[in-house]
């Protein structure tokens, strides 16, 4: 029953969260990109009960948000991790062995190109087209830091010490 109840919470929690911004953008239908972005910013991902809330409460169509979100690329409808790690794999990255990196990032974490979030919702994975410093190949971005000339040992230096500061503030609490 408690379970229930905390579940209930959070659900009652997330949907005041998506109702404000809603509000912050007038529930305006025309402003349907910035609000998909504000909330995604805020959970992480794009769920199908959000999406059919914010249709419902924007008056217009699931099909529509829903084509939205999966029409660009920078929306999730999977949950993502708390840290994000993008890993450039375009042509200057990929010719110096990012796929070293990737491989050293999947065999810490227990992930695949098939899965590629933590079960424990920690870290993510993304794999990307270009992050436009080819000049610092290989680079990675992890929760938004640029690291340039990365090599497996360093991805894996980050992930640690994420892990670290992670089991510290948990232990604070």
């Given at each position: 029953?408690?379970?229930?109840?905390?579940?209930?919470?959070?659900?009652?929690?997330?949907?005041?969260?998506?109702?404000?911004?809603?509000?912050?953008?007038?529930?305006?239908?025309?402003?349907?990109?910035?609000?998909?972005?504000?909330?995604?910013?805020?959970?992480?991902?794009?769920?199908?009960d959000v999406i059919s809330y914010v249709a419902t409460s924007?008056?217009?169509?699931?099909?529509?948000?829903?084509?939205?979100?999966?029409?660009?690329?920078?929306?999730?409808?999977?949950?993502?991790?708390?840290?994000?790690?993008?890993?450039?794999?375009?042509t200057a990255c990929h010719v110096k062995k990012s796929h070293?990196?990737l491989n050293a990032l999947y065999e810490k974490l227990k992930?695949?190109?098939?899965?590629?979030?933590?079960?424990?919702?920690?870290?993510?994975?993304?794999?990307?087209?270009?992050?436009?410093?080819?000049?610092?190949?290989?680079?990675?971005?992890?929760?938004?830091?640029?690291?340039?000339?990365?090599?497996?040992?360093?991805?894996?230096?980050?992930?640690?010490?994420?892990?670290?500061?992670?089991?510290?503030?948990?232990?604070?609490?």
């Amino acid at each position: 029953m408690q379970e229930t109840l905390e579940k209930t919470k959070e659900m009652v929690d997330y949907l005041a969260s998506v109702n404000q911004i809603l509000k912050n953008n007038n529930n305006d239908p025309s402003r349907l990109i910035p609000i998909l972005q504000q909330i995604q910013e805020e959970k992480k991902y794009l769920s199908k009960d959000v999406i059919s809330y914010v249709a419902t409460s924007l008056g217009v169509p699931v099909a529509h948000v829903y084509g939205v979100a999966t029409f660009y690329a920078h929306f999730s409808l999977n949950p993502k991790g708390k840290h994000i790690i993008r890993l450039c794999d375009g042509t200057a990255c990929h010719v110096k062995k990012s796929h070293g990196i990737l491989n050293a990032l999947y065999e810490k974490l227990k992930l695949s190109d098939e899965k590629r979030t933590t079960d424990d919702l920690n870290f993510t994975i993304e794999l990307v087209s270009c992050l436009g410093a080819c000049g610092l190949a290989p680079v990675m971005v992890v929760d938004g830091e640029v690291h340039g000339q990365s090599t497996p040992a360093l991805a894996n230096e980050i992930v640690e010490k994420i892990i670290a500061e992670e089991t510290a503030a948990k232990g604070a609490n």
